[in-house]
């Protein structure tokens, strides 16, 4: 509540306190049957005068004798005069009238019944506002120079009167507080205060006070003072306290509408009256199944307990230690739009940005400003969390949780370096666990691995479908990724394990984002026991703006598709022990009859490979640079009527492909699906510019 309103509060409970003794003092040299008509009709003629509102009060008793003291129905009324501002039932008390001739003010009874007090706060201003100037006129006019007192050669002197106030109790009583801009209300119903004695000038006093909040909770305070010492001691307790009273303050930046949970606060406060700064402060809080959600009923999150011990909170020292912090049972869904916006957007409220600009004499300040608080963590556990992911981007919708997440770490110390770690269930089988060290003041400099294992590949069949038009029908994946960061350069070392990845065939229908034979090149990484091992360094400045570590890992898992369909030699050569060399396209000559021992070796090589690839297709592909092939002639002298005609050397490249056909089906018994025989068309000869030869690759029929 705003400082502001605590300092009232205070002020009309001190308040309450003098008018009692005063209207004791008052009402003791008054008939009793003529207080309440002269009272009311003062308060008639001079309550602006006295406090600038109107003023009404009921019934007055006194009992001069036995000191005995009463008045009723009071009220004060807001600026319109006419709603009620502050007011009360019954305020009642006894004074003891033999103790003012010992110069004591000895209240043996102060009794306050059904007092209400209605505060309400408009930005900067509040409705007591009007009251408060009023007296601040009178205390200006007061310390006018003409008005003031002539301390001159004066000595202070402390009062001999000694005040002593017992049995003050305050009972059913209300305490509302509502912000007109915020459109919020809280209420203090059944407030309960019982104070057995205190002693201004020596005696310890003890403070009793329960509080009950009107939709539920209790607030209880127990205090102790030691006057002697200015030493005290007290102990706050909040018991079922609603977190539904934030919803106003959530609702300036969250789109929230329901606000559920508990709130339950345990604090023991000692200090001195001498520096209200030198204090500690322990103790603990508990929320608990706390949960949020849109107009729209859609969930935001929603928790199961958090727990905070506080071992000590000291601001003389500017310190905070926390013994333990527990977040068991969090949950939070996360959307990803079609148009790349989240259900974050949806549910973050817009505020104009009101801060103003910098001045280099601020920048010069902050940086002269004095060092902040310093925070221990003992312990830190997160326990029992769950991610619900959705990416509506995809073709198909992708779906998958993180359940379970971990996350623990000890000893923590902003300024030092911290050592963290987290794990979780992804999927129906994944598991991820990994581990962070490093500073959390300085991001530059850290330390992150992880390592996902037994993920079932199948759940990634929206972007395989997305990105290669493919869905992968089986497969587990494992990945292990090391990250060392130094003075913000990254050093990045991952590996990703596939096995026994199967991909069906081409969708047909699919525009996918890449083309490339997903099928075919993940076939041809398998080794000869399933497996398909990859390596995906990544390097960068992590300060840098344009840097993005999933853009680098997909960019590098990319190439190495890309270099498998397009250098299949160069892959096979790593996962099933041949030599990439042996596998170079063979020189061809335009012209040449038939093929030469040393092309039908290349062919014999390619055909090896399905024995242990079966799934592959060889792919035999004739290339002739017709233009280069004709230049080369006519540097011989060659007669214009011997050069051979595009169509020519076309027919000659068809006949040896049938050789081809022939010699693989009939001497590598090779099944007609196995392997496929092409030349360039005769309209392609002229633009080939490439060398002559006779190219042998292989393909998966996707």
């Known amino acids: 509540m705003n400082r502001i309103l605590k300092k009232t509060c205070i002020g009309l409970a001190a308040g309450l306190i003098v008018l009692a003794v005063l209207a004791a003092l008052a009402l003791w040299l008054v008939p009793t049957r003529m207080l309440t008509p002269i009272a009311q009709r003062y308060l008639a003629r001079h309550d602006k005068e006295l406090l600038g509102r109107h003023v009404t009060v009921g019934d007055l008793y006194l009992n001069p004798y ?21 007011g009360f039932n019954e305020l009642s008390g006894q004074i003891r009238p033999g103790a003012l001739l010992k110069k004591q003010i000895h209240l043996t009874r102060l009794y306050l019944d059904a007092m209400e007090l209605t505060v309400i706060q408009n930005g900067e201003s509040f409705n007591f506002d009007d009251i408060v100037q009023h007296f601040a006129a009178d205390t200006l006019q007061a310390d006018a120079p003409g008005n003031l007192p002539d301390t001159a050669n004066t000595t202070e002197e402390k009062s001999p009167w000694r005040i002593l106030l017992q049995d003050m109790s305050i009972n059913q009583s209300r305490l509302a507080y509502i912000d007109s801009l915020l459109n919020s209300r809280w209420d203090l119903e059944n407030i309960t205060l019982h104070i057995p004695e205190i002693d201004l000038s020596h005696v310890n006093p003890d403070v009793g006070l329960e509080l009950e909040f009107a939709d539920g909770g209790t607030l209880q305070l127990a205090g102790a003072y030691k006057t002697s010492e200015q030493q005290y001691t007290a102990d706050v307790t ?78 003389l020292r500017q310190t905070v230690t926390l013994d333990d912090i527990y977040i068991g049972g969090f949950t939070f869904p996360y959307e990803l739009m079609a148009d790349s916006t989240t259900n974050i957007d949806r549910w973050l409220v817009e505020a104009p940005d009101e801060s103003p600009e910098k001045t280099p004499a601020d920048a010069v300040a902050d940086t002269a400003a004095p060092k902040g608080w310093q925070l221990t963590v003992n312990r830190f556990s997160f326990e029992n969390g769950r991610v619900n992911y959705i990416d509506h981007t995809l073709t198909e919708t992708f779906r998958t949780a993180a359940r379970d997440i971990a996350i623990t770490a000890e000893d923590i110390h902003p300024e030092a370096k911290n050592a963290v770690s987290f794990g979780m269930r992804i999927d129906r089988s994944g598991l991820l666990q990994g581990s962070w060290t490093g500073n959390i003041q300085d991001m530059s400099n850290m330390q992150l691995n992880a390592r996902l294992t037994n993920l079932d590949l199948t759940m990634f069949s929206p972007y395989a479908l997305a990105m290669f038009g493919n869905r992968l029908s089986a497969g587990q994946l494992s990945f292990k990724t090391t990250n060392t960061i130094t003075n913000n350069q990254l050093l990045g070392e991952n590996r990703l394990d596939i096995f026994a990845a199967e991909v069906g065939g081409k969708e047909p229908g699919t525009e996918p984002a890449y083309n490339i034979p997903l099928k075919t090149a993940l076939y041809l990484l398998t080794d000869l026991r399933g497996n398909i091992g990859m390596d995906l360094p990544v390097r960068g400045d992590i300060s840098s703006p344009t840097f993005s570590y999933r853009k680098i890992l997909w960019r590098t898992f990319l190439n190495v598709l890309i270099k498998a369909v397009t250098s299949p030699a160069a892959i096979l050569s790593n996962t099933i022990g041949l030599s990439g060399d042996q596998f170079n396209p063979a020189p061809l000559v335009p012209m040449q009859d038939t093929l030469t021992a040393r092309q039908y070796r290349i062919v014999d090589r390619w055909a090896g490979i399905l024995r242990q690839k079966p799934d592959l297709c060889l792919f035999i592909t004739q290339k002739v640079n017709y233009n280069a092939y004709v230049a080369s002639l006519r540097e011989q002298d060659t007669n214009a009527s011997d050069i051979p005609t595009p169509d020519a050397v076309h027919a000659l490249m068809q006949r040896r492909d049938q050789q081809l056909r022939t010699y693989l089906s009939e001497k590598l018994q090779l099944q007609p699906s196995q392997f496929s025989c092409t030349s360039y068309p005769v309209d392609s000869l002229s633009t080939y510019a490439g060398d002559d030869v006779l190219e042998v690759s292989v393909l998966m029929q996707e």
């Open 66 to 86: 036995k000191g005995d003291f009463a008045v009723h129905r009071l009220k004060i009324a807001e600026a319109d005069d006419t709603t009620r501002f502050f």
């Open 238 to 315: 909040l018991q079922h306290f609603p977190l539904s009273h934030i919803k106003p303050y959530l609702q300036k930046a969250v789109n929230v509408s329901e606000v559920a949970g508990r709130l339950k606060v345990a604090l023991h406060v000692e200090g001195s009256t001498a520096d209200l700064m030198d204090c500690t402060v322990s103790g603990r809080a508990d929320i608990a199944q706390l949960a949020l959600t849109t107009p729209s009923e859609e969930p935001i999150m929603s928790l199961d307990t958090v727990g905070i011990v506080l071992q000590s909170l000291q601001p």
